[in-house]
């Protein structure tokens, strides 16, 4: 089966990659065929002799930007990311620290829950502004799910980038921005708009300073300086 890992680095994001790619091809899918889709500002050539690499040209934007686009960006590849049996995003700051299976695999749209969702419910930070295409209405929203970390078929994901790539250039004619970005988008596509899909557990995306017991996390989020590494 052909598996298509995407990811987006440009700036001082690239310092990631080598890393991220490297524990994937340790721990991730290892039966299947893995390819990787970076969207850089850097031409990546040691990287392209070391894994099987297609690189998509993306100009820097200073922050939020990078990652509010991010589903805008994966349109550009449509036809490419669709030519593989199932397709996965990982931010660039994660590594992939134990195996990793076909647990993972669904016919449906691929989701991992967030930290928040330790809270109570009513902390969740869903888009609560009816002017943006993320929103969710007060009372409404069953799960609270991370942007760090997703997938599915090819086509059922791209059909969800298709949607939020869509909803954010109409937020950005209004003259708003989700508050939490494409994630605010990505929780509204799950909450209201597709009922369908295979939620993960935090084990999928944790945070690095957290220990999960009895079992191991599987892919964590690196702690990093965010000021720094946002810096042009």
Known sequence: MKVLMLSIATGKYDRFIDPLYQSIQENFLKDH?????LFTDKPCEGLKKKYPLKTCYIEHKPFPEPTLKRYNYF????????SFDYVFYSDA????VHPISNEIL???VIVTQHIMMTNPKTEWTYERRPESTAYI???QGNVYVAGGFNGGK????????ETISENVLEDER???????HDESHLNHYVNVKHPEFMFLPLHYCCPDNLTLTPEPAKI???TKNHEEVRSA
Do not use: Q, T
């Open 75 to 82: 349109m550009l590849e449509r036809e490419y990311i669709e």
């Open 154 to 161: 090819s086509e059922k994901f791209m059909s969800m980038a």
């Open 93 to 96: 700051d994660m590594l992939f």
């Open 137 to 139: 209405p007060e009372g």
């Open 33 to 37: 065929d893995i390819s990787f889709l």
């Open 220 to 222: 964590i989020a690196l």
């Open 106 to 108: 669904s016919d449906n």
């Open 174 to 180: 209004n003259g708003i921005m989700a508050v939490w």
